[in-house]
């Protein structure tokens, strides 16, 4: 394993919901928002650690107007039936919190040299009437059993709106297949601080189960991570197959000086032990508007299995 590494402090600065795929050929990939909200940038490099000094490249620039003109967020790297994918979320200059989900596909087998095409807005499933309808962003996209699935978060509601998560079974990489089946709603008051939120899924694997976690509240120091638990060989798609956590499996650490950790990925190290990529901030207080102070940082967490393989989330 590579000394190199930091655990839980700055590993890349002002780098938020940051993404890590690890490439068949063992080659890292490495993207996240940036600042600005105005495009889609990757690393990659041979080792983990090497993402840290690695080269960015902008493979993706912001409309000027219309869909996908402002707020570009949360992008992800996906390789699914032999080329790379790209999901992100963008919003609208006209419109700004028309938020909703969108697809690149890279027309080559490099995704950081060859060009990418846009395949446009997240498809719903033809009798679903509800998806991709309002604020919608965070989608990752994982595979159980022969079959891909999508999660994502949406508002809905009036008012001061709810950010809930669901999930549904991919047609293509751009297309559901089955509508939409609600996986969580802000149910506790840990999920309620500030605005009601579950957003930025991630998934894990381990021992015959699925471990979805999820971000919670207001991006400051009361944002944290819950976490969903199924098996792998139940429905995906029942909303019963999943548990949920009754408390946050990662909140901010005033004594580690860390605020705020939530919207991760999961990689493994060279060695092909698990870990979680994150964002946090290394101060309380927060000057301006939360979402556009530039200091989420990207950080790694080393990830342990307690005596029933649950995975053990600790600053």
Known sequence: MDQELLWNQPWILQRADPYVYRHEDGTYYFTASVPAYDRIVLRRAK?????AEAEETAVWHKHHFGPMSCH???????????????????GEMASPWKIRPYVLECEGPDPVADAWTEKGKMGAAADDPFSFRAFSLDATVFENR?????????????????????????ETPWQLKTVQVLLSTPDYDWERAGFWVNEGPAVLKHGGKIFLTYSASETGAAYCMGMLTADADADLLDPLSWKKERHPVL???????????????????????PVMVYHARTEREIEGNPLYNP?????????????????????
């Not at 570009?72 to 963008?90: C, N, Q, R, S, T």
């Not at 079959?147 to 079974?169: C, D, H, M, T």
């Open 47 to 51: 080792t983990l650690a090497g993402l």
């Open 251 to 273: 909140a901010s650490a005033e004594e580690k000086g860390i605020y705020g950790p939530g919207h991760n990925s999961f990689t493994t190290d060279e060695d092909g032990s």
């Open 146 to 170: 022969g079959k891909r699935y999508y999660v994502w978060a949406e508002k809905v509601g009036v008012g001061k709106q709810i950010s809930n998560l669901y999930i549904g079974e991919m």
């Open 72 to 90: 570009i967020w949360a992008p992800e790297l996906h390789f699914l039936d032999g080329k790379w994918y790209i999901y992100f979320a963008g």
């Open 295 to 315: 200091n989420r940082h990207t950080m790694l967490m080393r990830i342990r299995w307690d005596e029933d393989g649950r995975p053990v989330f600790r600053l």
